[in-house]
């Protein structure tokens, strides 16, 4: 059985100018081999210039149970938005 | 490739009944694959501009020391919101098992279904119907892969899910269980097994759990190539010389009713249904998919120039659908429960398929660890 290896997260570019996005995962013995198996299962119709794969095991990720206290901070912070603030009328370009 | 049958005998009690009532959410009922692939595109769209909705009243969600209550309302409200459900968000546990045997059958049935095309890959009439064969073959596979997948977010193992498939202890879908007898079945299950699937699909593309609705998305844009690869083969054969046409309508009629059968059993008789649609996992009963394909397939037979293979088919101006002979529901229990022509046959050759390839994984993990010792070497 492949008991033991690990599960790898893959990111596929689209297009140059686009960013890496998540597109699934898979399981394989090492980075290479990863590599590989990711090209033939997730870009068989050409849909990517570059792959990352990253051990799932690596990906730190916040928890959906503090979901309202980690995010918080931003909520009563409309100010950032540029739409917060109202343009004098007559100023261009702001 | 998918069926709906899978989900018929096993542990169910009793028969939760679904008729009528079910009204066609996220989008009415279609006739054409074109218009199926735009409801693929639809759904994707939906998915991205999905997250933008709120979850009506409850928009931080529940805090990390909300009760089970709590954290099933929000659950709900999710649902109801048409939002979708992620991998570490709270779930009922029977939303999660639900889902689970539902994956990996599907999964599984992905895997087996190379096994009737994989059969005439060596005689493929040509050099390139045999690269077109292997590459839709080699999709079934990266299908399958897909739906491992999405099934692993919910805290299963792919190798449990495929030691299960080799146990015999999951289900796939019975049409696998039908044998590929001349070059003519090929086509027969690109246009009615691989259509049939579609429609069953399509509304998975809009399924609650996102894991598995993205997954439905890449599978049904490639799935329509299948479709139209059997649908050329048999309009080939249809337009060929008569003992191709012949082979061609022979394949139609050993295909058709088995392809009918894979919407699963009449709704009247389905298990599963009733909580799948709150939960917004299936969005349409057995027999609303199942009109939809003959609907279909009735101007697509008429384009090739072969019979359906049914008296009793004709329009009913009134319901605005083709009647038609349902398939035997006896037979479809038989094939499920393993007495159909091919189940032994096909378990056999996945076991045997997976023990030979035994070397294969060993070496690939022989050579990682020899790389990985070599890199602490130089390191060190």
Known sequence: ?94 | MYGNDFNVPDDAGESGSVSGGSGPAGGGPSRGPSHLLDEVAAAERALREAGAASVAGQDAGPGAEADEDELRRYFDAVIDADQKIEPRDWMPTGYRQSLIRQIAQHAHSEIIGMQPEGNWISRAPSLQRKAILLAKVQDEAGHGLYLYAAAETLGVSRDTLVELLLAGRQKYSSIFNYPTLTWADVGAIGWLVDGAAIVNQVPLCRCSYGPYARAMIRICKEESFHQRQGYEILHTLAHGTPEQKVMAQDAVDRWWYPSLAMFGPPDADSTHSQQSMTWRIKRFSNDELRQRFVDMCVQQASVLGLDLPDPDLRWNEQRQAYDYTQPDYDELMRVIKGDGPCNRQRAAHRRAAHAEGAWVREAAQAYAEKQAARMREVAA
């Open chain 1, 1 to 94: 059985m492949s008991d033991g290896w690990p599960l790898w997260e893959v990111f596929v570019r689209p297009r140059r100018g686009l960013s890496h996005s998540h597109v699934g995962s898979l399981h394989a013995p090492d980075a290479q081999m990863a590599l590989r198996n990711a090209r033939d299962l997730y870009t068989r119709r050409q849909e990517g210039v570059s792959i990352w794969v990253v051990p799932a095991a690596e990906v730190v990720a916040s928890s959906p149970d503090e979901k309202d206290t980690f995010f918080d901070p931003a909520a009563d912070k409309v100010y950032r938005h540029p739409t917060f603030y109202e343009v004098p009328e007559g100023a261009a370009h702001l």
